[in-house]
């Protein structure tokens, strides 16, 4: 047998001896594709400091070596990735499906950038740009948030910026233009929520979500001494808004050293959005960074004395004498809506217990004044079944879930119409009011569920708890019968 039979048998007995436990992911095999052509390149281009004779040059001469050389490069590569699998000694390839954990689990998250403005140009308007920073503290429930805005006018774009601060016992709501401060006071369950709900606006910041099917990597450059692999995605929101968003990742750390977002015009030029050029997880941050206290030459609204527990309240619609509020709502990760509500009517006493009393879990809804009785949402039209409900200081609320015939995607979701009626129907009312609310956060696991879900039964409770039938398997097995329901 030949030298180069040999070697080729030698890679293809090492491939069939190693096939049953060595596999990689198409990242890795991206990466290792992309390392092998970016040396091959340098091979080709790069000059030898001192020119002297090269031996390996000159043992490359030969057919048979340069098959031999063949062979140990195709060799070191199954090696790298073989032994990467068995003993991780290259260590853990990050790719961008692996943010949305990293930051999940960040006890500390800090990032900070330009937002810029109009978010799409307008004629004779130049774009402005304002600072941002995001600061998050997820153990202790605390946070200092930018929030810019902006107004077109005729002179121009104004901006306008206010800032939250949470200490974890107050939130302080900074006004800059006004240069006016107000407080309102925290409950347990609100200083987990916020800060949950300010992680995940974190993400939708950045455009990093669970499903990045459109990501690829375009290129890698290096930055500071390390390298970065470029990732870029195209993504389109449900308003057909497109966006291109740039990111800098770290392969081996899973760090960012940059983002960058644009939004497509009508003309299809691209107008920029948003640059990022800090983001870090998992640091200390200074205690003086969640202050509470107002800055000076700022004129307080109250008082941390006199403030206030915010009220869950996502949206709501009155008409008459009638008023309907949604307080709060989740999205499954099967796509169904878990919802608050409640009604009222000054003319009429209207909720009463007993409307509350035979309801059963999947079954109607009451009939309050004014009733969510459906959604509208990706999947078309949710109809609304009873789950459960709470009452607080004589107030009663309804907690529904809406199922879709199909599982949809929580994330593709941006917000949802509610259908609603009256009670009774014939009263004069405009039926036809609308009400749109932001999709909320998404239950992905039991933990989620008991945290958000529960813990908002029990914020809007006078027993402080959730009712004990509504737990996470009871709803997934109640949203499954329904669907089974439905497709028959």
Not at 120 to 141: A, H, I
Not at 241 to 248: A, I, Q
Request: proline share 4%; charged share 25%; aromatic share 10%.
């Amino acid at each position: 047998m030949t030298a180069a039979k040999k070697i080729e048998q030698l890679v293809v007995n090492f491939c069939t001896a190693n096939k049953s436990y060595t596999s990689t992911s198409s990242e890795m095999d991206k990466r290792v594709l992309t390392d092998a052509l970016s040396a091959y390149k340098k091979s080709q281009t790069s000059k030898p400091a001192i020119a002297e004779p090269n031996i390996g040059r000159m043992i490359m001469k030969s057919p048979i070596a340069k098959l031999a050389g063949a062979a140990v490069v195709i060799i070191a590569v199954f090696m790298s990735i073989h032994f990467a699998g068995l003993f991780e000694v290259t260590g853990k390839v990050y790719g961008m499906s692996d943010v949305p954990e990293l930051f999940r689990t960040a006890k500390t998250i800090h990032m900070k950038g330009r937002i810029y403005f109009p978010p799409s140009s307008m004629p004779g308007k130049e774009q402005s740009s304002v600072e941002v920073q995001y600061w998050l503290d997820m153990e202790n429930g605390r946070w200092r948030l930018t929030y810019p805005g902006y107004s077109s006018r005729q002179e121009g774009i104004k901006i306008r910026v206010s800032e939250s601060v949470s200490d974890g016992q107050y939130e302080m709501h900074i006004n800059h233009a006004d240069k006016t401060v107000s407080f309102e006071r925290l409950t347990d369950f609100q200083r987990k929520l916020f800060a949950r709900r300010n992680r995940y606006t974190f993400f939708q910041s950045i455009y990093i979500d669970s499903e990045l099917p459109n990501y690829e990597i375009i290129g890698q450059e290096i930055i500071g001494g390390e390298s970065y692999d470029i990732w870029e995605g195209l993504r389109e929101n449900n308003s057909g808004c497109r966006m291109r968003v740039r990111s800098w990742l770290s392969p081996s750390t899973g760090a960012f050293a940059r983002i960058k977002a644009w939004t497509q015009e009508e003309n299809k030029n691209w107008v920029k959005q948003m640059e990022i050029d800090l983001v870090e997880r998992d640091i200390d941050i200074k205690e003086d960074v969640f202050t509470t206290e107002a800055p000076e030459a700022y004129t307080p609204q109250n008082s941390k004395e006199t403030a206030t527990v915010r009220e869950l309240t996502t949206g709501s619609v009155s008409c008459d004498s009638v008023s309907l509020h949604c307080h709060i709502l989740f999205t499954m990760a099967d796509g169904s809506v878990i919802m608050g509500w409640s009604s009222d009517d000054r003319q009429r006493d209207h909720a009463k217990a007993e409307l509350f009393e035979d309801l059963k879990m999947g079954g109607q809804l009451p009939e309050t004044a004014a009733q969510i009785y459906a959604i509208e949402g990706n999947a078309g039209t949710y109809n609304g079944y009873h789950l459960a409900y709470t009452q607080r200081r004589n107030k009663f609320y309804e907690w529904s879930i809406y199922v879709p015939e199909r599982r949809v995607n929580p994330g593709k979701v941006s917000d949802y119409t509610l259908l609603h009626k009256y009670h009774p129907e014939d009263r004069d009312v405009n039926a036809k009011m609308s009400l749109r609310v932001a999709s909320e956060l998404p239950i992905n696991d039991r933990e989620d569920f008991d945290t958000l879900v529960c813990g908002a039964m029990a914020e809007l409770s006078d027993e402080a708890k959730a009712p004990e039938h509504v737990t996470y398997e009871n709803v997934l097995r109640l949203v499954n019968e329904i669907r089974q329901s439905l497709s028959r």
